[in-house]
């Protein structure tokens, strides 16, 4: 019984406040989580565009390559069933064309996951949020 009566223990108000603070941190946190997420996701969706493109132009042809923000370098595609990936650590793979594309794919799918996980925690929290501000309001379920 003395276990119920605390859990119907009514918080101060300024326990109250800081709770809503500290959730609505919460939440802006996991926004700014979900924005680096769709940058990642946004980038490797360009990053494949970009393969496919140079797959569709076939050896031989010559393109700009970045090779900084202001400055381009033209290049001649040599090898385009060869790709060096990027996987971490500085340590980068050689693929074939394919495989990179699966490994891309993978990486894509795993990031959507985050970001679903990331959006439905903001979600409870929000839900959180939104009974506490019914305590602080006096408004009862």
């Known amino acids: 019984m003395a276990k119920k009566d605390e859990a119907k223990v009514k918080k101060t108000p300024e326990e109250q406040n ?3 603070r500290s959730l ?3 939440i802006e946190a996991l926004r700014a989580e979900v924005a680096l997420v769709n940058q990642s996701i946004s980038a490797l969706q360009s990053t494949q565009a970009t ?3 140079i797959k569709d132009l076939g050896k031989g042809k010559s393109m ?3 090779v900084g923000s202001i400055v381009q370098v033209t290049a001649k595609v040599e ?3 060869r790709v ?10 050689e693929l074939p064309y394919e495989e990179a594309l699966e490994y891309l794919s993978k990486q894509l799918t795993a990031l ?3 970001r679903r996980i990331l959006e439905e925690a903001i979600a409870t929290l929000y839900v959180s949020a939104e009974d506490l ?6 408004e009862s379920k």
């Open 18 to 20: 800081q709770e809503l």
């Open 24 to 26: 609505i941190a919460q």
């Open 51 to 53: 393969l496919a493109t």
């Open 64 to 66: 700009l390559i970045p």
């Open 79 to 81: 090898d385009v069933e």
């Open 84 to 93: 060096v990936i990027d996987i971490g650590g500085n340590l980068s793979v």
């Open 112 to 114: 959507r996951d985050q």
């Open 133 to 138: 501000l019914g305590e602080v309001r006096g």
